[in-house]
């Protein structure tokens, strides 16, 4: 079938040229971002029941209302209020860098589209290192544990942080780029590309993108990333690109196989917002960890 090849690139080549025609018009890099990314989930979303990886992730598991939470403070409201957090802890830095390496460290000249993959290099070298010690430091995992806590996998499972991980997260996305003094448009373009991509890798759509799958972090290499074994999940921790993965030795494709259980290892783990974003405070970290024994403990059974 051809649809399962092409319905990611095809997408997402649809919303970077939209964004980036809306840019070209004078539309504001804000407003032109949530106009490509609302019609853009919701095509993701019909996709999910037009061409389905798995009919029974379409069930909803009592996660609907919790994710539409997290996605409205994690991937909404967040960002918006940290923006002015950022640029003013950031200033003296910028300002350094300015003075010291000249005031144009970005490549302002590049042509739009070698911006983004500049933007996406960098910014997936610190998100990796973030998410590795994020399945391998205990601390950490307690707030990482609600993002994989989900027992299906759906566009919408993309939002769900805990608002303490998601601000660290943000990091390697925007120091960056604050201190290279990085255009709007790239940014525009970059945050779409994470949207729209962040969407697909979570989605329940049947897709088959075949070498493709050695640039990006998607949904076929994604799934077993939320794997409940710990073989299994112990991998591919790319946020857009699977690169940093190759290089340092966490890339993860078994040919001939599917995902099986996807979650925590806790049955328990709550599902409500409020109990999620107080379960890192509390409870026995054993049951939620990522450390291998009580994942190898339940598959042998």
């Keep these: 079938m051809l649809a399962p090849r092409i319905v990611f690139p095809a997408v997402m080549a649809l919303c970077l040229t939209t964004v980036w025609l809306l840019l070209q018009n004078g539309v504001h890099e804000g407003i032109a971002v949530f106009a490509v990314l609302i019609p853009g989930a919701l095509t993701i979303a019909f996709l999910e029941r037009l061409m389905p990886y798995r009919q029974d992730w379409n069930q909803s598991d009592g996660d609907t209302k919790t994710d539409i939470i997290h996605l409205v403070i994690a991937q909404i409201s967040i960002p918006r209020l940290m923006k ?29 589209v070698a911006q983004l993959f500049l933007m996406l290099v960098i910014a997936e070298f610190g998100r990796y290192w973030f998410h590795r010690a994020a399945h391998n430091i205990t601390f950490l995992w307690r707030f990482h544990a ?57 989605s329940n759509i049947h897709v088959r993108l075949g070498w493709l799958n050695y640039i990006f972090s998607m949904t076929e290499l994604h799934r077993w990333h939320h794997s409940k074994w ?25 040919k001939g196989k599917e995902v099986e259980s996807i979650g925590v290892f806790n049955p328990d783990y709550p599902k409500d917002y409020l109990g999620q974003l107080a379960a890192p405070f509390q409870g026995d970290i054993d049951k939620t960890s990522a450390d291998g024994i009580c994942h190898h403990q339940e598959k042998s059974v």
């Design 84 to 112: 002015p957090v950022w640029l003013a802890s950031l200033a003296t830095a910028t300002t350094w860098a300015g003075q010291t390496y000249g005031p144009n460290l970005w490549p302002h000249h590049w042509n739009i």
């Design 146 to 202: 609600v993002h994989h806590s989900p027992n299906r996998l759906y566009w919408m499972n993309a939002g769900r942080f805990h608002p303490i991980e998601k601000v660290y997260l943000l990091i390697p996305e925007v120091v960056p780029f604050v201190i290279l003094g990085t255009n709007a448009e790239a940014l525009a373009m970059y945050f779409v590309f994470n949207g729209i991509h962040g969407l697909f890798q979570h």
């Design 230 to 254: 710990i073989e299994d999940s112990n991998n591919n921790y790319g946020n857009n690109l699977i690169i940093w993965d190759i290089i340092f030795g966490t890339f993860y494709w078994p």
